[in-house]
């Protein structure tokens, strides 16, 4: 008989409770409301994320690597095990309950990632930050953008104004990398538009979906077509 979940911490959020579940010694959830957002026994698609988001940097020394969304770390973990020892990873997460939990309950799910010494983890909107870095440049854009957040693009994402997903936001994330930068985004699902949208922005996009057989995730990899020089772009 399967052990009961038993919750860890219980935040209230806008969307309803963030909670942290545990059943035995490394089966967690996260849930909110009544959704479950990450579960530790299930991670293919967050590992594949990570790995083709950073696997054009293993030599590259001075990598700068964004990643949006922290969960259980797990992206995060794929994202440094791809990267080497100079580079430098910035986080962006909403929730500090999250960073908490990835340094103490979680923390042996990914060798403690998030404490790991190339990591730099700021509270805040990952959109945000895309956005003053597209206006900023120079030595602050990236060498890949990695975001693994809630469902990631679908129908209702379609909108130009969609703050991660729409066609404005994809030009803010051109802005913000570095040439021959490449963004990797999890979906939920594969969404054709985001995909074209993409292309549009001046990217070449391949789709992986890990696994095989059952729900199997979309992990969207896009890289720039050329080196040029990218505008300022925000909203």
């Known amino acids: 008989m399967a052990q009961p979940w038993k919750t860890i911490e219980c935040i209230p ?8 579940r545990q059943r035995g010694e490394k089966d967690f959830l996260i849930t909110i409301g009544s959704q479950i957002l990450m579960n530790s026994m299930s991670n293919r698609s967050e590992i594949v994320l990570g790995q083709l988001g950073c696997s054009h940097l293993k030599e590259s020394g001075d990598a700068r690597v964004l990643v949006g969304g922290l969960g259980m770390g797990i992206t995060l973990r794929a994202v440094l095990d791809a990267l080497p ?6 986080v962006a997460e909403l929730n500090p309950a999250v960073v908490s939990w990835c340094r103490g309950a979680l923390a042996a799910l990914t060798g403690n990632a998030v404490s790991d010494p190339r990591v730099t983890v700021e509270l805040g909107d990952v959109a945000r930050l895309i956005r003053r870095t597209a206006v900023d440049g120079g030595d602050s854009r990236f060498d890949a953008i990695v975001l693994d957040l809630y469902r990631g693009p679908h129908a209702k994402t379609h909108h130009s104004d969609d703050p991660l997903y729409g066609s404005r936001a994809i030009e803010n994330m051109r802005a913000a990398l570095k040439p021959c930068g490449a963004v990797a985004v999890w979906g939920e699902n594969y969404d054709e538009s985001f995909d074209k949208r993409l292309q549009g ?14 729900l199997r995730h979309a992990v969207f990899l ?3 077509k050329q080196s040029k020089k990218t505008g300022k772009h925000a909203s």
């Open 85 to 90: 020892a100079t580079a430098h990873v910035i």
């Open 201 to 214: 922005a001046g990217f070449t996009v391949t789709t992986d979906r890990p696994g095989r057989g059952g």
């Open 222 to 224: 896009a890289h720039l």
């Open 13 to 20: 959020t806008e969307e309803g409770n963030l909670e942290l």
